[in-house]
C-alpha cells in the first residue's frame, strides 16, 4: 500500500507533516516524490486536498472573532463604567415584641401585600399578674353594692319624711282652724267682757248719784265700785286671752306650735325633720360612695389597659409594603424586644450597587444613571442620591465594598419591579470627561494591584 492509500484510508488520520513526519520512511517519502505528474490524482486524494485547503481560513475566522469579543469586553469594562453588584433594594421596619408571649401570625406568606395598620401577628401574655386588677374590681363591687344600699335606704327615707310631713300638715292645719276658732270665741267673750264693764260703769254712776243724795248706802256704793272693778279686769282678760290666741295661730302657720306639752312642733314634725337630716346624711354618703366609684372606674380602666398592654399585643403593619420575613412563627415564644416580623417599605425602593474605587472616588451625587434588570430589556432611569449604604435595608451590603444608592425614578411606579426587592441587575454611570488611555492605564494599575 502506497502513502495517498494509506492517507484516504477511512480510520486514518489526518496528514500533519510536522507532527507525523518522523513516521513514515525514508523510501515512502521518495517514492511519493518521485510519482509520475502525468499519472491521474485520484478522486480522494483530491477531496482531502479540499478539505486540507478550508480549514486554516476557518480557524483565523474562529480567531478573529474570539479577538474581537475580547476586545469590545475590554472596551465595556474600560470605557464604559458599570457597577459590580446591583440589586433593588427598600428599607425594613421591624416589628418587635412589645411583651414577653406567645406568637401568633395572621400573616404567614413573605411577600404578601399588607396595608399601614393591618393587624399581621399578636403576642399573648397568659402569666401576667392580674391581682391588681382582681382587688381594683371586688373593691367596685363593694362600693356599687354599698351605693345601692344607700340609694334604696334613701329612697325609704324620703317616703317616710314624706308620710310624716304630710301627717305635720294635717296637724297645722287642724291646729290652726282650732286656734281660729278659740280666737273667735275669745274675742266674743272679750266684746261680752267690755259690755258688762260698760254696764257696771253706769251702774255705779247712778249709784254715785244716789249716794250722794242720800238714798244709797255707803257698803252698796261700794259693791257697785268692786263689781266695776271686776268688770274691767275681766275685760282686760278677754282681751288678752284673744291676743294670745293670736299670737299661738301665727305661730302654728310658721309650724311652731305653743303649747303646754310641747314648745315648737308636734311629734310627726320632729319626725319629719328628722328624717330630712338623716336624708341629708345619706345623700353625703351616696355622694362620696359616686365619687368613689368614679375613681375605681378610672383606676380599673387604667388597670384593664395596663393588664392588656401585658397580656395581649397586636401586632400592625406600621407602612404600606409587603411581608419580608417572620422571625417567630405561630406558637413560639418570644421575649420582649424580640423581632418578630419585617416588613418592606415599597415606597423607599431604591437601587443599592457596589462600584470600583475608580468610579466610586469619581461620581457625585446627583450623577444620572441607568439601571438594567437582569435577563430582561427592562431599564430605568435615576440618580445618586447617597454613597455608603445602610444596615436599615433589607439587602444588607457586602462588607468592603464601596456602596452607592441609586433612586429610579419610575421604578416605584412598575408593576412588576416596583416592589421586587432582591432582583439583580447592573447600573451604567454616565460617562465624565477623561481620557481612554488614562482609564486603561488605571484599570491596569488596579488589575495588576489585585493580582
Known amino acids: 500500500m502506497d502513502l495517498s492509500d494509506r492517507l484516504l484510508e477511512p480510520n486514518a488520520r489526518p496528514l500533519n507533516v510536522e507532527n507525523n513526519a518522523a513516521a513514515y520512511s525514508q523510501a515512502d517519502a521518495q517514492s511519493l516524490f518521485e510519482t509520475n505528474i ?19 481560513p476557518i480557524k483565523f475566522a474562529l480567531f478573529a472573532l474570539l479577538f474581537a469579543t475580547g476586545v469590545i469586553s475590554l472596551y465595556q469594562q474600560i470605557g464604559v463604567r458599570r457597577s459590580r453588584e446591583a440589586v433593588i433594594n427598600a428599607r425594613v421596619a421591624i416589628i418587635r415584641a412589645p ?5 401568633s401570625a395572621y400573616v404567614t406568606e413573605p411577600g404578601s401585600r399588607i396595608k399601614a395598620g393591618m393587624s399581621i401577628g399578636v403576642v399573648e401574655n397568659r402569666l401576667a399578674d392580674a391581682t391588681r386588677f382582681a382587688e381594683l374590681q371586688r373593691e367596685a363591687g363593694d362600693v356599687d353594692i354599698e351605693r345601692a344600699s344607700l340609694e334604696e335606704q334613701l329612697k325609704h327615707l324620703e317616703a317616710a319624711r314624706a308620710d310624716a310631713a304630710g301627717q305635720a300638715e294635717a296637724y297645722r292645719a287642724g291646729r290652726e282652724h282650732l286656734l281660729d276658732l278659740q280666737i273667735a270665741g275669745a274675742r266674743a267673750d272679750s266684746a261680752a267682757a267690755d259690755e258688762r264693764l260698760l254696764n257696771a260703769e253706769t251702774v255705779r254712776i247712778r249709784g254715785d248719784t244716789l249716794h250722794a ?55 310627726s314634725l320632729q319626725q319629719a325633720r328628722e328624717l330630712a337630716l338623716r336624708i341629708a346624711d345619706t345623700r353625703t354618703k351616696l355622694d362620696d360612695q359616686l365619687r368613689k366609684a368614679a375613681v ?58 457596589s462600584a470600583s474605587v475608580r468610579d466610586y472616588n469619581e461620581l457625585r451625587l446627583g450623577d444620572h444613571v441607568r439601571f438594567r434588570v437582569s435577563g430582561s430589556d427592562r431599564e430605568y432611569l435615576g440618580q445618586i442620591v447617597k454613597f455608603g449604604s445602610s444596615p436599615a435595608y433589607a439587602i444588607p451590603p457586602p462588607e468592603a465594598r464601596q456602596q452607592i444608592v441609586v433612586a429610579l425614578f419610575d421604578l416605584r411606579l412598575d408593576g412588576e419591579d416596583g416592589c421586587a426587592v432582591g432582583r439583580t441587575g447592573e447600573v451604567t454611570f454616565e460617562n465624565r470627561a477623561r481620557s481612554f488611555s488614562g482609564r486603561l492605564a488605571e484599570s491596569l494599575s488596579e488589575l495588576l494591584r489585585f493580582r
Not at 411583651?99 to 406568637?103: R, S, T
Not at 406600621?318 to 418570644?334: F, H, K, M, N, R
Request: hydrophobic content about 40%; some cysteine; proline content about 3%.
Open 213 to 267: 243724795r242720800g238714798f244709797q248706802s255707803d257698803a252698796a256704793q261700794d259693791s257697785l265700785r268692786y263689781t266695776e272693778q271686776i268688770a274691767r279686769q275681766g275685760a282686760i282678760s278677754a282681751r288678752a286671752r284673744a291676743e294670745a290666741l293670736s299670737v299661738e295661730r301665727e305661730a302654728a302657720h310658721d309650724n311652731t306650735f305653743l303649747g303646754d306639752s310641747y314648745n315648737d312642733a308636734p311629734f
Open 99 to 103: 411583651l414577653d408571649g406567645v406568637v
Open 38 to 56: 502525468d499519472e491521474p490524482i485520484p478522486q480522494k486524494l483530491v477531496d482531502a486536498g479540499w478539505a486540507f485547503t478550508w480549514r486554516r
Open 296 to 353: 375605681l372606674r378610672e383606676q380599673v380602666t387604667d388597670e384593664r389597659i395596663r393588664l392588656n398592654a401585658q397580656t395581649k399585643a397586636v401586632l400592625r403593619a406600621p407602612v404600606d409594603g409587603q411581608l419580608w420575613t417572620i422571625e417567630a412563627a405561630s406558637g413560639e415564644y418570644a421575649r420582649k424586644g424580640d423581632d418578630v416580623f419585617t416588613v418592606l417599605d415599597c415606597s423607599t425602593v431604591v437601587v443599592t450597587a
